[in-house]
């Protein structure tokens, strides 16, 4: 069965803090994403890895970074974190070529 | 840039009904589309793909088919189930590379009223 685990699930941060979302993968698959998830916005991606050692860039990535020192993990940065950022984060995995993507269960982000 | 629009943000049925939820895309070149469902309280899952123009992707009773000419991939199911509520998202992604990047719509919520 597939599996990618985040954690934390639930963080509360306060402005200006660094906050490290985690995210595990035992399908060995070599991309791995950042989703956030708010209202009236569906799924959008904030950065992405083709394998270990790479990051990309995705659609909303101003004030985050992510880090993949593994094909097993990748994380997602926020160095200074902002209101803003108030959010549900989800990982996933995904083969090269299929579209198929495999989500975590999510990371609850509140910024004060 | 890309983008996916789903027409509808809530959709509320009773069960045996008939559910169609629109989704239209935009997109340079040939891409192909998703559809993923998310349930109370978990991730989004695969529910399946189309990446040729009159294919039609199908699972547990969904189906949809890829309309180059409307660019459209519209989710359909003959009757709904109290348990087919969730949130329904319609996605699309490079055809030469579709693991590489999706671009997800803004969702639809379904409620289905037993």
């Known amino acids: 069965e597939a599996a990618v685990t985040q954690s934390p699930r639930n963080k509360v941060a306060v402005t200006g803090g660094k906050v490290t979302l985690s995210c595990n993968q035992t399908?060995?698959?070599?991309?791995m994403y950042w989703y956030r998830q708010d209202t009236g916005h569906g799924l959008r991606l904030i950065h992405y890895?083709?394998?270990?050692?790479?990051?990309e860039k995705g659609d909303i990535p101003d004030g985050y970074k992510a880090s993949r020192p593994s094909q097993e993990n990748f994380s997602l940065i926020l160095e200074l974190a902002t209101p803003s950022q108030t959010s549900v984060y989800f990982c996933?995995?995904?083969?090269?070529?299929?579209?198929?993507?495999?989500f975590g269960e999510g990371s609850k982000l509140t910024v004060l | 840039g890309d983008s996916v629009t789903q027409t509808e943000g809530q959709v509320a049925l009773s069960e045996e009904d008939f559910l169609t939820i629109h989704c239209n895309y935009s997109?340079?070149?040939?891409?192909?589309l998703f559809w993923y469902v998310q349930y109370p309280g978990e991730g989004p899952q695969f529910l399946f793909r189309?990446?040729?123009?009159?294919e039609k992707g199908s699972s547990r009773g969904f189906e949809a088919t890829y309309d180059k000419g409307t660019t459209s991939f519209h989710l359909r199911k003959a009757s709904v189930q109290e348990s087919d509520s969730a949130v329904y998202y319609c996605?699309?992604?490079?055809?030469?590379?579709?693991?590489?990047?999706?671009?997800f719509g803004g969702g639809t919520r379904l409620t289905v009223r037993p």
């Open positions: 996933a995995s995904g083969a090269t070529n299929t579209g198929q993507l495999y």
């Open positions: 997109a340079s070149g040939y891409p192909a």
């Open positions: 399908n060995n698959h070599n991309n």
């Open positions: 890895s083709y394998g270990a050692g790479s990051t």
């Open positions: 189309a990446s040729r123009d009159k």
């Open positions: 996605a699309l992604g490079d055809r030469n590379n579709a693991g590489a990047k999706l671009t």
